[in-house]
């Protein structure tokens, strides 16, 4: 062997992770530590973990500002409002109908795409989710900027007049990029963080920027002595709109779950961490139905009673933060209140995008390159990708693009259809572990390694929507009707055209036995009370010999995991 081969090998052993197989943290081309069925001892999430975990996706500008794209659409606040409740009751229910698996059975998006899609053709939604993760983890981090930006102006007032040194073709200036590189380096740490020590930062962030939304529509309220006119805008959709308020309302609803689709899509990669499934229920509900609501509440409120103080509607915290410095005369008791609040909403994004983005991604990555990418390298790659991405050019110049991410909810909706059809119908929520980590003797190889039928029924959930988002991101002035109103319910109809044609599919091409799981506990997944309900031989009641993941002799399980079909059928 050549020095140069020797030093390749070598390189490639020092990169390459290590688990520790005593505990089934094999390390291969399907399965690491952060892959594998999670064992009790790492399922550390409480009901406030996931009341954290939601409450992270509200307490932001983005759900601040929703109020305001209904309203400017022309239906009233009450309308604006029941659009919000409704959205976050669905994002509730389809939340916990899609991260059912990972509660039960502990594995995540990743893993649990193998059983519907095979295993190789998993590789299609996961790729969908890595594409995503990369660029909304950039857009996050320019928007998290901005906020910084603001912060760093309360400290020195000088810095909002700082000299651009970028030229013309620069779509940004240099005050935009350095409260970007400022919140980029500051995010940086908290990556080495594991999942399961979220709880801190979920309190700090919820404590804080709860209690600052909160002050800040006191605040309000009290130098405006009261609402603005703002609170009592009726229905007023123009005369010229094609669109009634009953087809406003559902594109609304539509938008409220789109929006938190990729979160959705992925739920099981946290639910796994869950210590029961209570916690999970409970804290997602309470989640969605309070925060969720209240932050667009306080937003319109706030929103409102500044139209009073300052006789214009400042629907984006960072201006209205900059409006109140100004006004305040850039006093110090001015800078320190608004300091306050937009380090709570900066603070807030922080996490929300190492959470709900860069540690996904890092999940996501680490699902296409087992050996070497972990859950930690995944969301470093991630992190650093948005330097790649360059958001201050898709911010500032690709308005459209952005729009385009916005609705990815068209092709993920379809995605979650099967996942449920597959789960619920088909499989009736059994699933063999150990045949989600091997291409040898699997139940979940299919054809070359890809279920055929994933991608037809994939297809046909999105292909009546996909036109309504041509036109609707091209703005064309007479678009077809029909298809901006199969656009408007793009959701729903994915979610169920894709669902129906997958069972169908199995249906007229069955695959035989498919509600079967391992008999006996392998990888150490249960403990005694889930192994007892679930009907499997929990790992330390086992004799000691039986067969591992790869189909060799394993000293944990009781007897020889069947690989022609059968399997337990409690």
Not at 72 to 94: N, P, Y
Not at 95 to 118: D, Y
Not at 518 to 533: L, Q, R, V
């Amino acid at each position: 062997m050549s020095a140069l081969r020797k030093r390749a090998v070598w390189a490639e052993r020092q990169i390459r992770l290590k688990g520790d197989e005593s505990r089934h943290e094999q390390t291969d081309a399907w399965s690491n530590r952060d892959l594998i069925p999670l064992p009790p001892e790492r399922r550390t999430w409480g009901w406030f973990h996931f009341f954290g975990f939601w409450a992270i996706s509200s307490l932001n500008i983005a759900n601040w500002q929703t109020p305001s794209t209904f309203l400017t659409q022309g239906l009233s606040v009450r309308q604006a409002m029941a659009i919000i409740v409704i959205g976050r009751t669905l994002i509730a229910l389809f939340s916990t109908l899609i991260a059912w698996c990972g509660l039960k059975w502990h594995i995540g998006f990743t893993v649990q795409n193998r059983f519907t899609w095979g295993m190789r053709a998993s590789y299609i939604p996961l790729l969908q989710r890595v594409l995503l993760n990369f660029i909304w983890n950039a857009v996050q981090c320019w928007n998290g900027g901005r906020l910084i930006a603001v912060c760093i102006t309360c400290i020195w007032p000088s810095f909002a007049r700082i000299e651009n040194t970028f030229g013309p073709n620069m779509p940004t200036t240099t005050y935009e990029f350095v409260g970007f590189v400022v919140f980029w380096f500051l995010s940086t740490p908290f990556l080495w963080l594991r999942p399961e020590k979220f709880k801190i930062p979920f309190q700090i962030v919820c404590l804080w920027c709860g209690v600052g939304m909160l002050a800040w529509m006191t605040w309000a309220l009290a130098v405006a002595k009261g609402v603005g006119p703002l609170w009592n805008t009726g229905q007023n959709i123009p005369g010229g709109s094609p669109w009634g308020a009953s087809w406003l309302i559902m594109a609304g609803i539509n938008q409220q779950i789109g929006s938190l689709a990729a979160g959705i899509t992925n739920g099981s990669d946290f639910s796994r961490y869950a210590r029961g499934r209570k916690h999970y229920i409970i804290g997602t509900v309470l989640s969605c139905m309070i925060a969720g609501v209240m932050v667009s509440f306080i937003g319109l409120v706030t929103a409102s009673a500044a139209q009073k103080i300052y006789g214009e509607v400042f629907w984006n915290p960072p201006d209205l933060l900059m409006v109140m410095i100004d006004n305040g005369n850039a006093s110090s008791k001015a800078r320190a209140g608004v300091f306050f609040l937009s380090a709570g909403f900066a603070f807030t994004a922080m996490f929300e995008n190492i959470c709900g983005n860069a540690v996904a991604g890092g999940i996501d990555l680490a699902g296409l390159f087992p050996r070497y990418i972990n859950i930690r390298r995944g969301a470093i790659i991630t992190f650093v990708a948005a330097w790649v991405v360059q958001p201050w050019q898709l911010i500032n110049r690709a308005t459209t693009f952005i729009q385009v991410l916005s609705s990815f909810s068209v092709f993920l909706a379809p995605i979650m259809g099967m996942m449920a059809c597959d789960y619920y119908l088909l499989r009736k929520r059994k699933i063999r572990l150990s045949h989600l980590y091997r291409t040898r003797d699997t139940d979940y190889w299919f054809w070359k390694g890809m279920n055929w039928r994933a991608i037809p029924a994939w297809t046909c959930g999105w292909a009546p929507t996909i036109g309504g988002l041509v036109v609707t991101v091209r703005m064309d002035p007479n678009p077809p009707r029909a298809l901006i109103q199969l656009y408007f319910m793009a959701f729903l109809i994915g979610f169920f055209i894709s669902a129906t044609i997958f069972y169908a599919l199995n249906v007229i091409f069955p695959i035989f036995e498919m509600d079967v799981f391992d008999e006996t506990d392998i990888f150490g997944t249960f403990t005694p009370t889930e192994a007892a309900k679930i009907g499997i031989v929990p790992l330390e009641s086992t004799d000691g010999f039986g067969m591992g993941v790869d189909g060799s002799e394993n000293r944990h399980s009781s007897e020889h995991v069947k690989v022609d079909g059968s399997g337990g059928k409690a």
